[in-house]
């Protein structure tokens, strides 16, 4: 028997988790009203930019919200309605904590990108390790957020416009973004964008409503996957934008250049992946429900990866004008992220380098050979490049975890709110690259138990090395740039 309350409490239970939650993360991170942000104390007029806490809000959404939180959730829907209990409790304990800490650590040192962040809480050799990861995980991101909405707006203009063509349309748009101050398209768009979003969105649900589809049973939640993929840890990597997810820490520090406050973190970062994790609820929730089977969701991705669930739910639910924004507002998704993603590797290569942005040849200098390497990566199977983005994201945001919980233990804070979630992804990302196809192609049970004993270690050299971050991990950076 369906019951549609278990929507309408996960959806609750997102909200209750922001409104509680959210503030003993900020509490334990310790805002300061009266220190100086990098917008007010850096300004440059391209990057370091004093913006409203509400247009933030909505750039940031924007930003983290890509194809994830729609293509995962489908992909995770295969997996029945224990899909929204990780999105729920991962977006509330796991997700939010990680995009408020690599928010607000970048606030704290100088709007630094993700790579110095964790360079000063966990030590240099992560710093450049992080360096060469978050470069290759953004090009993998602008990718696949250039590759799948291409593929969406094939199917909606004529045959001329094809694929290729949106590719080409696109990625002049992100070289665009990518190089211009961030007032001049990005602050003066996004929030035009995030209307079309919403529309997606509620949309979506209230067609759900709206047309008596029998939503998932108590039975439902123990469905085994149509291809016989074990839930841990493959579902976990599969939802990784909408419950959990690294690409955010990497656009984080975007915003973190533009809040005039401390106070403003908990809304932007925080909030926006709880509005993030809103969007996957409702499209796990559409994939498990508009079909009557998880055989014939699998069928359709298949035939035309996630963006034909999406097409099809949104053309029938809506109707055809309705269907078209629904599309559109999806569409949205990912380039307001791919956008922001290689605009986020300029500035990992420029902090790297040295090099001032606030030149426009200098800008040009990095975008360019990022542009053309990513070109080459587009024309690569897009599953593929799927499968290595949610391992690499997942591995990301883990690190990102740790990083955060060494930073509380030097304010003589609680640390397990961040390193019991580091404990279990790192299990998680782990246990993946041994048996996954991708990866070493392990026994499953052989690769369980290496995921688990490599969590149990890194998690006793943390606890070991406690006395090293409350002398080594400096709270912040003062406006010359030293540790303080």
């Known amino acids: 028997m369906s019951n549609i309350l278990y929507f309408f409490l996960a959806l609750a239970g997102l909200i209750g988790g922001y409104a509680i939650y959210s503030r003993v993360v900020e509490r334990l991170f310790g805002v300061d009203d009266c220190r100086a942000t990098p917008a007010c104390s850096m300004a440059d007029g391209v990057d370091y930019i004093k913006l409203p806490p509400a247009k933030i809000f909505l750039i940031q959404l924007l930003n983290i919200a890509g194809v994830g939180p729609v293509f995962g959730p489908i992909l995770g829907a295969l997996y029945g309605p224990s899909a929204l209990l990780w999105i729920v409790l991962g977006s509330i304990f796991a997700g939010g904590v990680h995009d408020y800490f690599s928010g607000m650590m970048s606030v704290r040192y100088q709007g630094k990108s993700i790579p110095d962040v964790v360079g000063f809480t966990l030590g240099d050799f992560f710093k450049q390790f992080m360096r060469v990861f978050s470069v290759i995980l953004l090009l993998l991101v ?85 291809q016989g993929l074990p839930m841990w ?100 998704l990912p380039v307001t992220s791919g956008d922001t993603a290689f605009r986020a590797a300029r500035l990992v290569i420029a902090d790297f380098m040295r090099v001032s942005q606030a030149k426009p040849s200098a800008r040009l200098g990095i975008a360019v050979p990022l542009f053309v390497i990513g070109g080459v990566l587009s024309q690569v199977d897009f599953n593929i490049i799927w499968r290595y983005f949610g391992w690499s994201n997942q591995t990301l945001a883990t690190i990102v975890l740790w990083s955060a919980a060494a930073y509380v233990v030097r304010r003589g804070g609680i640390h397990w709110f961040a390193s019991l979630p580091a404990t279990f992804m790192t299990a998680t990302v782990i246990s993946y690259i041994c048996v996954a196809p991708e990866g070493l192609k392990l026994d499953y049970h052989l690769s369980v138990g290496i995921g688990i004993a490599s969590a149990v270690i890194a998690l006793a050299l943390f606890l070991f090395k406690g006395g090293w971050f409350r002398t080594n991990v400096p709270l912040g950076l003062s406006p010359d740039g030293n540790p303080v």
Not at 160 to 182: D, G, H, Q, R, S
Not at 251 to 267: A, F, I, N, T, Y
Not at 268 to 296: C, H, K, N, R
């Open 142 to 226: 602008g990718v696949v957020f250039v590759t799948a909405p291409a593929t969406l707006m094939a199917k909606l203009t004529p045959d001329w416009m094809n694929k290729n063509f949106w590719l080409i349309v696109i990625f002049c748009y992100y070289f665009l973004a990518t190089v211009l101050p961030i007032d001049v398209i990005i602050a003066r768009l996004y929030p035009i964008f995030a209307v079309v979003l919403i529309i997606m969105a509620v949309g979506v649900a209230g067609g759900l409503v709206y047309h008596g589809y029998a939503f998932y049973s108590w039975a439902d939640f123990s469905a085994p996957h149509p």
């Open 233 to 332: 840890p493959m579902m976990f990597i599969t939802i990784a934008c909408g419950a959990l997810s690294g690409f955010h820490a990497t656009q984080s520090p975007l915003m973190s250049r533009c809040v005039p406050d401390e106070k403003c973190g908990r809304s932007v970062f925080y909030g926006a992946m709880i509005a993030e994790g809103v969007i996957a609820l409702i499209w796990a929730t559409a994939g498990m429900t508009f079909y009557q089977s998880a055989p014939d969701l699998l069928s359709v991705i298949k035939a035309g990866t996630p963006s034909a669930v999406v097409s099809e739910v949104c053309m029938t639910l809506l109707g055809p004008v309705g269907g078209v924004l629904a599309v559109l507002g999806v569409v949205v």
